[in-house]
């Protein structure tokens, strides 16, 4: 394809773009494997179940430290996200553990992995 090899292809693309399919001619002509880029960034995220009012969807507030730009001292950060809940098994008050996937809707990008500590 406009003479680049495949490893030219396969190295331009970001870790951070959605599943694409790339397939290499083989000498014979057919085609050979497929070689696909990850969804997403390996890391799990740690949070609290804040909301549950929306269908098989859970919003868990995520709590991470950062360095303030200006007085350099840790400053917590709270991102909530939205994640995919099956079972509907998460209520108010949990302690989940949330996992990247493919986009399932236009903002949810995880899924509630397991329920760490049940809320009282």
């Not at 949070?47 to 549950?52: D, I, P, Q």
């Not at 509907?88 to 493919?102: F, H, W």
Request: hydrophobic share 40%; proline share 5%; net charge positive.
């Amino acid at each position: 394809m406009f003479g680049l090899t495949q490893a030219t292809l396969v190295s331009s693309q970001s870790s951070f773009m959605a599943p694409r399919q790339l397939q290499a001619a083989t000498p014979s002509g057919g085609r050979a494997a497929v070689a696909v880029t990850p969804v997403r960034c390996s890391q799990s995220l740690w949070g609290k179940v804040v909301s549950t009012s929306q269908a098989k969807t859970a919003v868990v507030e995520v709590a991470t430290q950062r360095i303030h730009p200006i007085y350099q001292k840790r400053v917590r950060v709270l991102t909530k996200y939205n994640a995919h809940d099956e079972q509907e098994l998460c209520k108010i008050g949990d302690t989940v553990i949330l996992a990247p996937t493919r986009p399932l809707s236009k903002t949810k990008r995880f899924i509630v992995e397991t329920i760490e500590k049940k809320a009282k």
